[in-house]
């Protein structure tokens, strides 16, 4: 599996993000083939320890993909300061025909970032990149 390419600046993006949301998680996607945009979106649990992309957001992300601009990377954040892909994150991953970035921050900042990609063979999400900050 070939990461999708995460260029130094939208990742960037998203590690502040992930900084200005904690202590909750942050939510988003990156569009572009290349990417070249972080789209930062609302979190709509606000419970600091799961995340959803809403309402009209969704609605954006999901016509993306008939765009010339597809998403291609969901991004979310760990407050926990660990970058790993929950049973939770596993559940909510859905259908969408990309790959995953978690981030880990905690109060002192990004610790963290691990790319993740569907494996046919293996029948689960496997790690195909990782960042230290």
Known sequence: MT??????????????HAVRAFPDECCGYLVG???????????AQASGDSFAIDGRELLDFARSFDSPRPARVVYHSHPNGRAYFSARDREMAGAYPVQHLVVGVTADGVTEAVQLAWSEETRDYVEIARWKA
């Not at 990461?3 to 502040?16: F, G, K, Q, R, S």
């Not at 083939?33 to 979190?43: F, L």
């Open 33 to 43: 083939n290349p990417v070249d945009e972080a789209i930062a979106c609302t979190n």
């Open 3 to 16: 990461p999708v390419a995460i260029p130094p600046a939208v990742l960037a993006e998203v590690y502040a």
